[in-house]
């Protein structure tokens, strides 16, 4: 888990994502992300259409070769 900050974006509020997180997941800009309220005010995040979720790898592991 991190620590991010909260960030103005026009008139709206915004998070940054760890560079870890991105890139174990494939994200791009313009990906999409369902996100719920539970009752202890944490949030779930679902990224939505993230190909790369299905399959479990990222592109950098797809490359490796397995003996």
Known sequence: MSTQKILK???SLGITLPSNLVNDLSL???DQVDIKRE???SLTVNFVDSHQLSLG???KRRL???I
Request: hydrophobic letters at 20%.
């Open 57 to 59: 790898l990222s592109p």
């Open 28 to 30: 791009k800009p313009g």
């Open 39 to 41: 009752l202890n005010n």
């Open 9 to 11: 974006v026009g008139n």
């Open 64 to 66: 490796q070769k397995h």
